[in-house]
C-alpha cells in the first residue's frame, strides 16, 4: 500500500528542506508502509521551488508539484489528482501535528478500518501547545458552526492533518468539494461525513507555530463565505 503525504507551500524558503528532511528521516526509521511526499507549491514568489526541485533529485520518495496560483485546495486537488497512491493525505510543513500521529494513519488504514481519517485539536484527549487565546477562540467558534450549519459530528474540520482513499476523492469532489482555498480540507471531511464514509476523529499532539503565516481573520471571513457557498451546494 502506498501512502502520499502533500505538503502545501507557499514562500517557505527558510524552512523547506530542514523540515522536509526531518518528515523523510521519520518516514524512512518509523514506518513500514509505502510512504512518499509531495511538495506542492501554491504561487512562491521567493526559492520555494528551487530548494524543492534540489530536495527532489536527492530522495527519491519526494515528487514536486508547482500551482501558478495561490490556493490550498488548487495545490490539493492538483498534487491528489496526479497521484497514483492508494491513501493520499496532507500535512503542514511546520510539523505543527507530531509525527507519531502518521502510526495511526498507518494502522487504520491498513486494517481498512476508514476512509477518512481527520486530526482533531479539539478532542478531549488532544494536547494543544503554545496556542494563543484569540486563535483557540475563533477554532472553538468556526467548529461549533460548522456542525450546527451541516449537521455534522466533525469537531475540527479546519486542523492540518487529513488523509483519505484515493478511490473515494472523485465521490467527495462531485459532491461539492471544490473550493480552491482552505476550506476544501474542511469540505473533505464534511461531505464524507454527510455521505456515510466511514470517517475516524484522531486525537492529536499539536504545537502551535508562533511564525504561521495564516492570517485568522481573513479565514475566518473565507470560511463563512465558502460554508455559505457548500450549505446551497448541498440543498439543491
Avoid at 22 to 48: M, P
Avoid at 152 to 181: E, H, P, Y
Avoid at 203 to 232: G, Q
Wanted: net charge positive.
Amino acid at each position: 500500500m502506498i501512502f502520499e503525504i502533500v505538503i502545501p507551500v507557499l514562500n517557505e524558503e527558510a524552512t523547506l528542506q530542514n523540515n522536509t528532511e526531518k518528515i523523510l528521516q521519520y518516514i524512512e526509521s518509523h514506518l513500514k508502509e509505502d510512504f512518499r511526499i509531495c511538495i506542492a507549491d501554491n504561487g512562491s514568489s521567493d526559492a520555494t521551488p528551487q530548494i524543492a526541485k534540489e530536495l527532489v533529485s536527492r530522495f527519491s520518495k519526494l515528487r514536486f508539484v508547482q500551482v501558478s496560483q495561490k490556493g490550498v485546495g488548487r495545490a490539493l486537488k492538483e498534487s491528489w489528482g496526479t497521484s497514483n497512491a492508494d491513501i493520499i493525505g496532507y500535512m503542514d510543513l511546520d510539523i505543527a501535528t507530531s509525527l507519531e500521529h502518521l502510526h495511526t494513519v498507518e494502522k487504520e488504514f491498513s486494517s481498512q478500518n476508514v476512509d477518512v481519517l481527520y486530526g482533531s485539536r479539539l478532542n478531549k484527549k488532544s494536547v494543544v501547545k503554545n496556542r494563543k487565546l484569540i486563535r483557540g477562540i475563533i477554532s472553538v467558534f468556526f467548529n461549533l458552526l460548522v456542525r450546527l450549519t451541516f449537521k455534522t459530528s466533525i469537531k475540527d474540520s479546519m486542523c492540518g492533518f487529513k488523509f483519505l482513499r484515493r478511490d473515494k476523492l472523485n465521490l467527495l469532489r462531485s459532491n461539492g468539494a471544490v473550493t480552491d482555498g482552505w476550506f476544501f480540507c474542511a469540505e473533505i471531511v464534511i461531505l464524507a461525513d454527510r455521505l456515510g464514509l466511514k470517517v475516524l476523529e484522531l486525537p492529536v499532539v499539536w504545537t502551535d507555530d508562533p511564525n504561521s503565516k495564516v492570517k485568522i481573520l481573513k479565514l475566518a471571513l473565507e470560511y463563512l463565505k465558502n460554508m455559505n457557498t457548500l450549505k446551497k451546494k448541498i440543498k439543491q
